[in-house]
């Protein structure tokens, strides 16, 4: 079954901790996306992949890292320098063809206290 | 620039009334448009698409039309029932480089 997963659902950590949230496709797209959603808010971009070992910062990648080595896998690290990381994380997949759209995983809701 | 201006929420219908949510937007070249749908504590779906002007994107009830001479894409729906409560995202891609930028959202709830 095609899709996009991300894991966990629920995250919780300590202050000062770094974080690592995972976001695994198998629809073979070749770009890949992590957003940020806070409550009654729209998404802001974080970071983005269009090919495997190389990506680019969005509007918000301070505090934030991440890594794509393999086409399927696109992590998302939150350290400790983001200062307020307690928000709704959505990755998503698109295939780069005109007029496709974007694909989303069913998001990680990270809360640290 | 590029950039999607969607109508303030929330929302909130009776079942069986007629639903309008206005998005306007700012693009370079032609850009696709798109509608997504978001449920509590879940991922965006797409809900329905429009690739040039004059298309019609429809799904489920749902329509939109872009416009390009107001460069909107309302969205509409006849009668929406208390399962269509939800958040609504307005989206464009520019078709270049891979950027996609939304609307804020727009919390619709259908009380019975």
């Known amino acids: 079954d095609g899709g996009i997963t991300q894991s966990p659902k629920y995250l919780f950590r300590k202050e000062g901790q770094n974080v690592t949230l995972s976001c695994e496709q198998n629809?073979?797209?070749?770009?890949m996306y992590w957003y940020r959603q806070d409550p009654g808010q729209g998404l802001r971009l974080i970071y983005y992949?269009?090919?495997?070992?190389?990506?680019q910062k969005g509007d918000i990648a301070e505090g934030y890292s991440v890594s794509r080595e393999k086409k399927e896998s696109f992590p998302l690290t939150v350290t400790s320098a983001q200062k307020n990381p307690t928000a709704f994380y959505l990755c998503?997949?698109?295939?780069?063809?005109?007029?496709?759209?974007?694909?989303f995983g069913n998001g990680t809701r990270l809360t640290v206290t | 620039g590029n950039s999607v201006t969607q109508m303030e929420g929330p929302v909130t219908l009776s079942e069986e009334a007629f639903l309008t949510i206005n998005c306007t937007y700012t693009?370079?070249?032609?850009?696709?448009l798109f509608w997504y749908v978001q449920y509590p504590g879940e991922g965006l779906q797409l809900l329905l698409k429009?690739?040039?002007?004059?298309d019609k994107g429809s799904n489920k009830g749902f329509e939109a039309t872009y416009r390009k001479e107001t460069t909107s894409f309302h969205l509409e729906k006849g009668s929406v029932q208390v399962s269509d409560s939800a958040v609504y995202f307005c989206?464009?891609?520019?078709?270049?480089?891979?950027?996609?930028?939304f609307g804020t959202g727009t919390s619709l709830t259908v009380i019975p």
């Open positions: 998503a997949t698109g295939d780069s063809s005109y007029n496709s759209p974007l694909h």
């Open positions: 629809l073979n797209h070749d770009a």
């Open positions: 992949s269009q090919i495997v070992n190389d990506f």
């Open positions: 693009a370079t070249g032609y850009p696709s």
């Open positions: 429009a690739t040039k002007a004059d």
């Open positions: 989206a464009l891609s520019p078709n270049t480089g891979n950027q996609f930028y």
